[in-house]
């Protein structure tokens, strides 16, 4: 098996007939990386993420998953190979929280086959893992922003993926739970070889959580590296439009950025 995810090649990335948003993309993604995409609102970040999830049509280019074409692949071959956390999954209404999660088995089961207790497991270590287990038979339609989110990141887990892309996963939730969950993704990272892809706004989060970082703006890659690489001055100065010092974490080592008061 080849050591890089994903590698893309000369992608243009968009809506189909509309604009491209990002062209004659290339980045190579390393099999088992926490990989952090950043950038100002509108760069990029999520259309190049919808696009390598397949949710989106390369406009032009190519998206290769473990050196394969992702548009020779089936639905269901995909979705055993990547699991996606998108910001506008929508339950149908009255759906309870277990029978959503359970979508999550859905590549791995032959059509008309049993319910197994490889299903029952997966289901249950993905609702343990995002403490929703007391959550089982709400409807999602009735939870909060920040619950809803962990339900959606539990049914990705139980398609038990090699591959998890996460847009904003943590959007809706407090700090408390922003940080539970960045462990739990760098723990499948790094105790289960997962190759993690992250749209993070926090800065300081993607530091000290992703190994490496992709930075854009316009739609373009400004910088993509460890964080110590692309977590610069310069590279703030050309992504945000911001003046800062880069420290050290006094936790952690990674790189702390500092803004200067305007």
């Given at each position: 098996?080849s050591?890089?995810?994903?590698?893309?090649?000369?992608?243009?990335?968009?809506?189909?007939?509309?604009?491209?948003?990002?062209?004659?993309?290339?980045?190579?993604?390393?099999?088992?990386?926490?990989?952090?995409?950043i950038?100002p609102?509108?760069c990029?970040k999520?259309?190049l993420?919808r696009?390598i999830a397949?949710?989106?049509p390369?406009?032009?280019?190519?998206?290769l998953?473990?050196?394969?074409?992702?548009?020779?692949?089936?639905?269901k071959?995909l979705?055993?190979?990547?699991?996606?956390l998108?910001?506008?999954?929508?339950a149908?209404?009255g759906?309870?929280?277990?029978?959503l999660?359970?979508?999550g088995?859905y590549?791995?089961?032959r059509?008309?086959?049993?319910?197994?207790a490889?299903?029952?497991?997966?289901?249950?270590?993905?609702?343990?893992?995002?403490?929703?287990v007391?959550?089982?038979?709400?409807?999602?339609?009735?939870?909060s922003?920040?619950q809803?989110?962990?339900?959606w990141?539990?049914?990705?887990?139980?398609?038990?993926?090699e591959?998890?892309?996460l847009?904003?996963?943590?959007?809706?939730?407090d700090?408390?739970?922003q940080?539970?969950?960045?462990?739990?993704?760098?723990a499948?990272?790094?105790?289960?070889?997962?190759?993690?892809?992250a749209?993070?706004?926090?800065?300081?989060?993607?530091a000290?959580y992703?190994?490496?970082?992709?930075?854009m703006?316009?739609?373009?890659?400004?910088?993509?590296?460890?964080?110590?690489?692309v977590?610069?001055p310069?590279?703030?100065?050309?992504v945000?439009?911001?003046?800062?010092?880069v420290?050290?974490?006094?936790?952690?080592g990674?790189?702390?950025i500092v803004?200067?008061?305007?």
């Amino acid at each position: 098996m080849s050591d890089t995810a994903f590698d893309i090649r000369g992608l243009s990335a968009g809506y189909p007939h509309g604009r491209a948003i990002s062209v004659d993309l290339d980045l190579t993604i390393e099999r088992g990386s926490f990989v952090a995409i950043i950038g100002p609102n509108a760069c990029g970040k999520s259309t190049l993420l919808r696009t390598i999830a397949r949710l989106l049509p390369a406009l032009s280019g190519a998206v290769l998953l473990d050196g394969r074409d992702i548009r020779t692949r089936g639905a269901k071959e995909l979705a055993r190979e990547l699991g996606l956390l998108s910001q506008s999954a929508e339950a149908p209404d009255g759906m309870r929280v277990a029978d959503l999660i359970a979508r999550g088995r859905y590549p791995h089961r032959r059509p008309f086959s049993a319910w197994s207790a490889d299903d029952e497991q997966a289901v249950r270590n993905a609702m343990e893992r995002t403490s929703v287990v007391d959550l089982a038979d709400r409807p999602v339609d009735e939870l909060s922003g920040g619950q809803r989110q962990r339900v959606w990141l539990a049914m990705a887990l139980a398609q038990e993926t090699e591959v998890l892309l996460l847009d904003e996963p943590t959007t809706f939730l407090d700090i408390t739970h922003q940080l539970d969950m960045l462990d739990l993704f760098r723990a499948i990272n790094q105790e289960q070889g997962a190759t993690v892809v992250a749209v993070l706004h926090d800065l300081n989060q993607a530091a000290r959580y992703a190994d490496r970082i992709v930075a854009m703006r316009d739609g373009e890659i400004v910088g993509a590296g460890t964080p110590d690489e692309v977590l610069t001055p310069d590279v703030m100065r050309r992504v945000f439009d911001l003046e800062c010092t880069v420290i050290a974490d006094p936790e952690t080592g990674t790189p702390l950025i500092v803004p200067r008061r305007r």
